[in-house]
């Protein structure tokens, strides 16, 4: 009895998606800071806007001397009231994860960012790093919506070198566009 409830809530669920409108992300600002002007020189980190509705981001840095041990510590925040520690806070080598892919959640940044960026080797990192038109985005995971900042710091050596932050707004709708378009529709009136 169990397995076929299981079973009707699975699919009950797969409907109420489908039905649903895509989620729509927009990132709304991007901070690249060097840490360490004689190891990581930063030349631009900034978005381009091609709609409303559409940015890429753009990161241009070079390492001026080899990175050969590498710590990508990840800071996901919500914005209620300033912004707020919300899901991930962890830190992974990522040498490591280049060579394995071995966490779940950088692999989830990392196939998106894989085919628009110089970042797909392994270590040692040296010379002019970047991404380059980033703007395809699928988030595979449930986020409620709202405003976010997603902090990446990066450990060369123990040591942090580089911080990139990268703001974006994410809008789950999970109601169907055309009850959405009848609810607006709609006319309330107040009385007194």
Known sequence: MHHKVFIFAVLFLVAYLG?????????????????????????????????????SLNINVTFIEPAKHISLH????????????????????????????????????????????????????????????FHHIEVPIPLPSGDYLLLMDWLFDCKPQLSTNVYFTFIEDLLPSSSKHKRSSLNFRTVV
């Open 19 to 55: 039905c649903g409108e895509a989620p729509f992300l927009k990132m709304t600002n991007a901070v690249c800071k060097s840490h360490n002007q004689s190891w990581v020189a930063v030349h631009y980190c900034r978005l381009k806007a091609y709609s409303r509705t559409k940015t």
């Open 74 to 133: 990840m800071k996901l925040m919500k914005k209620a009231n300033g912004y707020k520690p919300f899901l991930y806070d962890f830190t992974v080598d990522a040498c490591e994860f280049v060579r394995k892919r071995n966490h779940p959640v950088v692999k989830i940044i990392w196939n998106m960012i894989r085919n628009v960026s110089t970042l797909n080797h392994t270590c040692p990192y040296e010379g002019l790093q970047m991404v380059s038109d």
